[in-house]
């Protein structure tokens, strides 16, 4: 099984990449992630931002491969604590299918977008920047699997 990590917006700050880059080579082994970084619709003055989340969510979904099993981030989703998502984790392996992560722009996701996610999953209450979601998505990630392997990473 493979993931990807379908992101809106380009070039995160360094310490950003540093640390995605970091649980993405620890997660490697037990999950392969791949970025997919996707272009921000035009915003600002004059600019309507539905065009823009809805020009987002077609290139979201166009970098979506075939029969993956979509995960969409979202705030209105289901939240999970570690040990829900090393479960669910589980539960995904046994489908036999890829997994894709969406992160939305600045408004989020497209209704399109929505639609198409098999399941939504809220990081919290929190607001966070959509560049850090990337970081703790991976950390997660990697600490659901590092459970499942029963590595020591995970000392709750």
Known sequence: MKARLVAVGERPP?????GFAE???RL???LPLELVEIA???RGKGRDA????QDEGR???AALPR???VVALDGRGRAWDSEELSARLEYWRGQGRDLAFLVGGPEGHAEEVLARADETWSLGPLTLPHMLVRLVLAEQLYRA???LANHPYHRA
Do not use: F, I, N, Q
């Open 14 to 18: 360094g310490w950003v990449a540093e």
């Open 67 to 69: 029969d993956v099993h």
């Open 40 to 42: 921000p619709g035009l």
């Open 145 to 147: 699997a590092a459970m």
């Open 50 to 53: 539905t065009r823009a989340t």
């Open 23 to 25: 649980y993405r080579k």
């Open 28 to 30: 490697s082994h037990w």
């Open 59 to 61: 290139r979201v979904l």
